[in-house]
């Protein structure tokens, strides 16, 4: 059982998403539940790819190959997943902030999140103040990540959490900020819960904010 748990885990880190697909079916057809063969095999394998991207030893292409393979995987067991009662991480809504369409880290945030446990909604990109109202609203998520990389688009964060605050839902959850120009001190002066240098860092955080 923990030799097709690590077959899953060293295959998604090198990318390979067919042998990852073919595993976690096979581990599926062995009588595995869903959500062994997410936690020992999926998620134990993106930990890695976090740990060695934090480190600078994988950089965004491998993260994104990585990202692919886990999605392979995840193909199968999410028909599985929904139909058991295997709680989530938490729900994690993200996306980036009005007037800014860089979404490349943003993506990277949502697929180690995933990566790591977390019901992920994507929101894309250019997303006004009001677009987080409503989708907070629908969705009812612990926790919500916003992006921006433009200094001129930084202050939409700021917008955004005075919206929630206005809807009254600034207090149902977290919030955590990034990208490269938003820095600690930053997440600090507009009231953001947390801030993450990485979307490796974002995990570890992202965790830290739900417990
Ligand atoms: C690719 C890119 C583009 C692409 C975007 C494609 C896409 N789909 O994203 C295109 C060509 C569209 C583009 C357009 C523009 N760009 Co541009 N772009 C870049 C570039 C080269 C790379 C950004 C990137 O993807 N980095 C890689 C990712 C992985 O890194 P990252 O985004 O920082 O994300 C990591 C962390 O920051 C963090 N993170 C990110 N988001 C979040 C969110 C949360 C919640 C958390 C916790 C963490 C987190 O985790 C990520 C992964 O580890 C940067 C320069 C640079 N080297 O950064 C310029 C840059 C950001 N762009 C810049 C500019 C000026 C523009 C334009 C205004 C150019 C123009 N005159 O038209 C337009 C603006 C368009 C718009 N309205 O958004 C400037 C910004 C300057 C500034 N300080 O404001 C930069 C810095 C280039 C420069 N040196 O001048 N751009």
Redesign the pocket.
Known sequence: MTEILGGIAKNLYSGNAPEVATLVQQAVDQGLPAADVLNGGLIAGMDEVGKD?KAGDLF?PEVLIAARAMHAGMAILRPLLAEGDVPTAGKFL?GTVQ????????N??KMMLEGAGFETVDLGTDVKPEGFVSAVQEHRPQLI???A?????MPGMQATIDALREAGLRDTLKI???????TAAFAEKIGADA??????S?VD?ARELVT
Do not use: E, N
């Open positions: 991207f965004v993200i007037g800014d369409l860089h979404d490349i880290g943003k990277l945030v990540g916003m992006s990389l433009l200094t001129t688009t955590m900020v990034g990208g490269a120009p938003v801030y993450a240098p990485d979307a490796a974002a955080v």
